[in-house]
């Protein structure tokens, strides 16, 4: 009988990799699903089926590309951006920073990060390193696949969703260098904001060439330090966004 023999960078990652969790952040994306209101609805066809007695099972899958738990590479809202085939498999693999503001949202939904919740991270962690990837924890997935729940509109119409803050991305992307940031909610930019047609914030993301995944999942279950971020997704050519396969390592 001959032996399998693990040679290379594997027989060094293995130890490493034994014994940690694998955190799956993605929903899986369906007809129906909440999603921003202005695209249109997941198409879905069984093109040939077993059950129908065909040799193999295949879809055809109509979708926007920011459908489900996905990717926004800059050329989403900036001309002359990064397209998805653009970005480099480097980037793909991450330090992950959880930054944790759940508890506010409870009390608030329209609650946003503070300065001070990123300087309390870094007392208990040290600076936030380069190249991370900065998620943010709010607990809005719990409300997946509800979609009057992901939106929480009140009588007026108005969304009351959290988001990020001017001052938090801005210290992410130009003091500290990050290379991408995620979240639960539907939008970068709080739902106060959405409402009123302000994208702000995920401009300034996306002008800055950097990325981010949105509609994050199961990030409850993360250390706020010291995992890493796996994100991947399909290389369409000039590509302006599609869902994504992400997961944690901690």
Known sequence: MIEATQTGLWNGLQPLLAGRAFTDLTHAFHPGQPHFPAFPEE???TVFDLDRGDGFTAHRYSIIGQWGTHVDPPSHFIRGGRTLDQIPVEEMVLPLVILDITERVIANADAT??????????SRNGAIAPGAFVALRTGWSQRWPDTDAMANRDDEGVSHTPGWSPEVLSYLIEERSVTAVGHEQTDTDPGLATSRQDFTLET?????NRWQIELMANLEGIPEAGAVLIASWPKPLRGSGFPARVFAIH
């Open 204 to 208: 300034y993301v996306l002008a800055q």
């Open 43 to 45: 198409i879905r066809e």
């Open 113 to 122: 990060p503070k300065m001070e919740d990123v300087q309390a991270w870094e």
